[in-house]
């Protein structure tokens, strides 16, 4: 199932993604398929630290992330970095309670999906996220955001 190129399809492979899991064998088969799967800016971190070092330095334009890490859990740290950036957030977790969904999507994460997963079904999620918001006319990428301030830089 590999979907055509038309150009908007294009811009959407040359998305920057973050894959931010403790389990570092998931992050290498997920960077090597996004990766043959067209996506060339492809990045894995093991902590929520290295992620938030990588979302400062490379802004990138979606974030895969598990909620389970030793220390700081993907929920709080998440909680901490939505306050600076809109980042899109697709929570990938063995957490499958619905609870825990439930949780997730009402802290504001763009999507959910849990451990296994449909290799398939989190492709087309990524799609579907990264058509929301890379080269999104309706998106206004000039605006500035700290805290409770927006600053419309155009």
């Known amino acids: ?33 996004l990766r043959k799967e067209g996506y060339e800016q492809v990045r894995a971190v093991y902590s929520c630290a290295g992620a938030e070092m990588e979302i400062q330095r490379e802004k990138p334009d979606l974030m895969i992330l598990d909620v389970n890490f030793p220390g700081e859990d993907g929920f709080s740290f998440f909680q901490r970095i939505q306050k600076r950036t809109d980042l899109p957030v697709l929570f990938l977790s063995a957490r499958d ?13 763009d999507d959910y999906m849990t451990k296994p997963f449909d290799l398939y079904e989190l492709l087309a999620r990524i799609e579907a996220n990264l058509k929301r918001t890379v080269d999104n006319p309706h998106q206004n990428n000039n605006i500035l955001v700290y805290k409770d301030i927006k600053i419309n830089n155009s």
Do not use: F, H, P, Y
């Not at 199932?1 to 997920?30: F, G, W």
């Not at 825990?100 to 999507?105: K, N």
């Open 97 to 109: 309670g619905n609870e825990d969904r439930i949780t997730g999507l009402g802290l504001g994460a």
């Open 1 to 33: 199932m590999r979907v055509t190129a038309s150009s908007n399809v294009k811009r959407m492979r040359q998305a920057k993604l973050l894959i931010v899991d403790d389990n570092r064998e998931l992050c290498e088969l997920l960077e090597g398929i």
